[in-house]
């Protein structure tokens, strides 16, 4: 019983020691900023500017910036799935492996009988 109680004890000063450091870490390091350090009328400000020069390019150019926009998606795109499929290389079987796997022989209805046989224990009748 003793055992138990200091067990108990002393989880609980570790459990409460950790969480007491990382409070005192978090109030130390003052890092945790926002991702955009705009505020709210900043970032209204901004997307009016880009609606404006949106809206005073011409068709073409408008087209172009999404085509650029879209080849730019694409490449981040395959540069991911390059990255991801490096080592996911499929070979398909050349026409003689094919060739080798069907010509093992079926087993006939004996051998498995007999495989089945081996596999199974016999009752004890209980």
């Known amino acids: 019983m003793n055992k138990l109680l200091a067990t108990?004890?002393?989880g609980t000063f570790a459990i409460s020691s950790v969480s007491a450091m990382a409070q005192t870490a978090a109030q130390q390091d003052n890092s945790?900023?926002?991702?955009?350090k705009m505020d709210t009328q900043d970032a209204k400000a901004a997307r009016e500017a880009a609606k404006?020069?949106?809206?005073?390019m011409t068709p073409q150019e408008q087209a172009a910036a999404k085509k650029a926009a879209r080849s730019k998606r694409l490449q981040d795109a395959n540069a991911i799935d390059m990255i991801a499929n490096?080592?996911?290389q499929?070979?398909?079987?050349t026409k003689a492996e094919q060739a080798a796997s069907k010509s093992v022989p079926k087993p006939t209805k004996e051998q498995r009988k007999a495989d089945i046989s081996k596999e199974t224990k016999p009752t004890t009748g209980q």
Request: charge should be neutral; proline fraction near 15%; glycine fraction near 0%.
């Open 8 to 10: 108990v004890i002393a």
């Open 32 to 36: 945790m900023l926002p991702l955009s």
């Open 90 to 93: 499929y070979t398909p079987p």
């Open 86 to 88: 490096e080592n996911m």
């Open 52 to 56: 404006a020069k949106w809206d005073k």
